[in-house]
């Protein structure tokens, strides 16, 4: 018997957009799940988003303050897809509230912020679900089992990169994002969050890094009203740029492979250009966002000159059978974020987490602590 669960969106700019899509599309594509969520409430303090989302989407309600949110018996989950200084402050009271959580990275400013709002859910006995969207790729997944096999032998190192251009031209406007205090830690958290998880993910823990940062422009336009994702200024005031627009870490892991993470938000030519390549004793694997449902996989005896085959992940590769009926069938971003209100939801619905937990928000978070610290130091951290 399915039952209804009512769910609440809080932050409605793009990524929140992205969680209501995914809620909408996700009893299409995984009709056998126990809950079917019902859109209460979307809560935006911007004048006029809340509305006109709640009459695109079809939320019944609209709230200016997230604490309604929390008070309202008829939400018991919600997205919390807020800029990053108000994640643990709405994530731990919404889990003393009793509701259930999906939360974007990298939960909160630093680990401490995740340990608070991992402990909250943890005592208050809710599921909470993490946006590493990335891991929920089928190709990932079909890596990651690649890896485990031993297929390509014992892993040797990684190399994890993430480039973008979102934050290229000099006249994107100086918004949260870019301030210590309600931004955090910059590409770190932005991108390297990711690029933290998918090492972790694909290789386990990760026992020292060192860092160094960068930030390449150094100066914004302070906006002139409300804003959304990565929008442009000129002519305003101008102000400084708090934290990173680069990181390139060093990493060893429990397993002795050794690893690098490399990511930049202002890297000109690169539109998402993100992905990873292991290599091991015997092989290798390579993915690359851009081109989603393909792995570059290098395995057998020949160690030298080997060769590398194209493969399409298909049905059999973690939930690609739910978008599509064959190999090579493309998808897309959204659809990752589908898997992830799945596992979401199913997580709310049999009382056991699924995909990616609080408990990762925290070894990522830790991770970019680290990093920070390294940065700094210029030595090597143990985490």
Same mark, same amino acid.
């Given at each position: 018997?399915?039952?209804?669960?009512?769910?609440?969106?809080?932050? #409605?700019?793009?990524?929140?957009?992205?969680?209501? +899509?995914?809620?909408?599309?996700? !009893?299409?594509?995984?009709?056998?799940?126990?809950?079917?969520?019902?859109?209460?409430?979307?809560?935006?303090?911007?004048?006029?988003?809340?509305?006109?989302?709640?009459?695109? #989407?079809? #939320?019944?309600?609209?709230?200016?303050?997230?604490?309604?949110? @929390?008070?309202? !018996?008829?939400?018991?989950?919600?997205?919390?897809?807020? !800029?990053?200084?108000?994640?643990?402050?709405?994530?731990?009271?919404? @889990?003393?509230?009793?509701?259930?959580?999906?939360?974007?990275?990298?939960?909160?400013?630093?680990?401490?912020?995740? $340990?608070?709002?991992?402990?909250?859910?943890?005592?208050?006995?809710?599921?909470?679900?993490?946006?590493?969207?990335?891991?929920?790729?089928? @190709?990932?997944?079909?890596? $990651?089992?690649?890896?485990?096999?031993?297929?390509?032998? %014992?892993?040797?190192?990684? $190399?994890?990169?993430?480039?973008?251009?979102?934050? @290229?031209? !000099? *006249?994107?406007?100086?918004?949260? $994002?870019?301030?210590?205090?309600?931004?955090?830690?910059?590409?770190?958290?932005?991108?390297?969050?990711?690029?933290?998880?998918?090492?972790?993910?694909?290789?386990?823990?990760?026992?020292?890094?060192?860092?160094?940062?960068?930030?390449?422009?150094? *100066?914004?336009?302070?906006?002139?009203?409300? %804003?959304?994702?990565?929008?442009?200024?000129?002519?305003?005031?101008?102000?400084?740029?708090?934290?990173?627009?680069?990181?390139?870490?060093?990493?060893?892991?429990?397993?002795?492979?050794?690893?690098?993470?490399?990511?930049?938000?202002?890297?000109?030519?690169? +539109?998402?250009?993100?992905?990873?390549?292991?290599?091991?004793?015997?092989?290798?694997?390579?993915?690359?966002?851009?081109?989603?449902?393909?792995?570059?996989?290098?395995?057998?005896?020949?160690?030298?000159? +080997?060769?590398?085959?194209?493969?399409?992940?298909?049905?059999?590769?973690? *939930?690609?059978?739910?978008?599509?009926?064959?190999?090579?069938?493309?998808?897309?971003?959204?659809?990752?974020?589908?898997?992830?209100?799945?596992?979401?939801?199913?997580?709310?619905?049999?009382?056991?987490?699924?995909?990616?937990?609080?408990?990762?928000?925290?070894?990522?978070? %830790?991770?970019?602590?680290?990093?920070?610290?390294?940065?700094?130091?210029?030595?090597?951290?143990?985490?």
């Amino acid at each position: 018997m399915v039952s209804t669960l009512g769910v609440a969106v809080v932050g #409605f700019g793009w990524m929140g957009r992205v969680h209501t +899509q995914a809620y909408a599309r996700v !009893p299409h594509h995984f009709p056998h799940l126990a809950v079917r969520p019902e859109l209460v409430t979307v809560a935006e303090e911007v004048p006029g988003r809340a509305e006109e989302a709640a009459e695109r #989407f079809g #939320f019944t309600a609209t709230a200016r303050d997230w604490r309604e949110v @929390a008070a309202d !018996p008829r939400v018991r989950a919600v997205s919390i897809t807020a !800029p990053n200084f108000l994640h643990r402050e709405i994530g731990v009271a919404m @889990a003393e509230a009793g509701k259930h959580i999906w939360i974007e990275k990298p939960v909160g400013l630093t680990a401490e912020d995740a $340990r608070a709002v991992a402990d909250a859910v943890s005592k208050a006995g809710v599921q909470g679900t993490v946006g590493f969207n990335y891991r929920n790729a089928p @190709a990932v997944a079909a890596a $990651r089992e690649l890896i485990a096999s031993g297929e390509i032998g %014992t892993v040797t190192h990684v $190399r994890i990169r993430l480039f973008s251009d979102y934050a @290229a031209h !000099p *006249e994107g406007a100086l918004t949260w $994002r870019y301030e210590r205090e309600r931004g955090g830690s910059g590409v770190l958290g932005d991108l390297a969050s990711h690029g933290a998880d998918l090492a972790r993910f694909l290789l386990g823990d990760i026992t020292a890094l060192t860092a160094d940062t960068a930030v390449f422009i150094p *100066e914004r336009a302070r906006p002139t009203g409300a %804003t959304a994702g990565h929008t442009r200024a000129t002519g305003g005031e101008l102000g400084p740029v708090e934290n990173e627009d680069y990181v390139n870490c060093l990493l060893r892991f429990a397993s002795g492979a050794r690893g690098v993470l490399e990511a930049c938000r202002v890297s000109v030519g690169e +539109q998402n250009n993100y992905g990873f390549e292991v290599h091991g004793t015997k092989g290798s694997v390579f993915w690359d966002f851009r081109r989603m449902g393909e792995l570059g996989v290098s395995r057998g005896t020949a160690y030298q000159d +080997q060769s590398v085959s194209t493969v399409y992940v298909g049905p059999g590769h973690g *939930e690609y059978a739910a978008f599509q009926p064959g190999s090579a069938n493309a998808m897309g971003y959204d659809d990752l974020k589908v898997i992830e209100a799945h596992t979401f939801l199913r997580s709310v619905a049999e009382g056991t987490p699924y995909g990616a937990t609080l408990e990762d928000a925290v070894h990522s978070a %830790t991770a970019l602590d680290a990093m920070s610290r390294s940065a700094e130091s210029g030595a090597w951290v143990n985490l």
